[in-house]
């Protein structure tokens, strides 16, 4: 599972969730639709958003930063 932390041109910079690790792919391999932010899975060399982990992520960002302001 990969955090996609930066869109550069024609290269994507993904973190691996578990180790941190930060790697390139070309954006061609990647969904047409990926926004900075999106958690995306490798399934067999082909890239899948993940919406579902992508909502709760953002939304857990969300409910922090919500308390913050308080």
């Known amino acids: 599972m990969y955090t996609v932390e930066k869109i550069e041109d024609k290269i994507v910079i993904l973190e691996d969730r578990k180790t941190n ?3 390139d ?3 061609d391999n990647l969904p047409k639709n990926i926004k900075e932010g999106d958690i995306i899975n490798n399934l067999s060399g082909k890239y899948i958003i993940d919406k579902k982990e992508t909502n709760k992520i953002k939304n ?3 409910n922090k930063f919500n308390l913050l302001k308080k």
Request: hydrophobic share 55%; proline share 0%.
């Open 60 to 62: 857990n960002i969300r």
């Open 25 to 27: 792919v070309k954006i």
């Open 21 to 23: 690790k930060l790697i």
